[in-house]
């Protein structure tokens, strides 16, 4: 069952890249280890964040997004200064790093804006 609830999810991403036509990657795409989800519009006023970007759930122990601090609750609006509207952005900027390259993640938290540099993993 895992098994084809992955696979419906790369067809279905894979669809999501070549409507915004993005050149294919390649197999071995750039990860942090981040937990996101994209910022919900409706409750960012209430919460104090960005309306667009995406909300971090939690970093994967031990991976490259705990090591760079980032927790829950902090929201990345931008990587390596290009805008990150949603869930489908962040993974496509992250998935454009180069594997060993340093991402700089444009990060909100405690109501002000930081760099997190994060290195890309597989």
Excluded: H
């Amino acid at each position: 069952m895992a098994k084809q609830v992955g696979d419906a999810k790369k067809s279905a991403v894979s669809q999501v890249f070549q409507g915004k036509n993005c050149p294919p990657l390649s197999p071995l795409l750039g990860r942090i280890g981040a937990i996101i989800d994209t910022v919900d519009p409706v409750k960012a006023p209430q919460l104090k964040i960005p309306a667009t970007g995406v909300w971090i759930e939690g970093a994967s122990p031990g991976s490259n997004a705990e090591k760079a601090g980032l927790s829950r609750g902090d929201v990345v609006v931008a990587v390596n200064d290009n805008p990150i509207e949603d869930a489908t952005d962040f993974r496509l900027a992250v998935g454009r790093s180069a594997i060993g390259s340093t991402a700089k993640l444009k990060v909100w938290r405690a109501q002000r804006f930081y760099d997190a540099p994060v290195l890309v993993g597989q």
